[in-house]
Nanobody, 124 residues
């Protein structure tokens, strides 16, 4: 398994931007399919964005499409989530996740490695 550590969360005004980073260690990063999920208080964890091992295929939740961008830098063992035009409803703890099987999925239980989460708070 790979160990994941997120960073980059914080407080931002609506309309602003943040970039989350997730750095991996412990295994071959390039062989992992990656994802970002989020969880707001009293809500279930939901898929935000996913990225294939090659980096060529990306997937987004409808709620963030056109505003968020997922990318990876295998040389730095890091996956990013660029978040623009943030809205109050984007407020949540954000988690990166990795799985060592082929294909992006939107289901949390398909991922076998998780970071500890980073809080994003958007003020209205």
């Amino acid at each position: 398994q790979v160990q994941l550590v997120e960073s980059g969360g914080g407080l931002v005004q609506a309309g602003g931007s943040l970039r989350l980073s997730c750095t991996a260690s412990g295994s071959t990063f390039s062989s992992y399919t990656l994802g970002w999920f989020r969880q707001a208080p009293r809500k279930e964890r939901e898929f935000v964005a996913g990225l294939s091992r090659s980096g060529f295929n990306t997937y987004y939740a409808d709620s963030v499409k056109g505003r968020f961008t997922i990318s990876r830098d295998n040389a730095k063992n890091t996956v990013y989530l660029q978040m623009n035009s943030l809205k109050f409803e984007d407020t949540a703890a954000y988690y990166c996740a990795a799985k060592n099987t082929f294909g992006v999925t939107t289901i949390p239980r398909d991922f076998n490695s998780w970071g500890q989460g980073t809080q994003v708070t958007v003020s209205s």
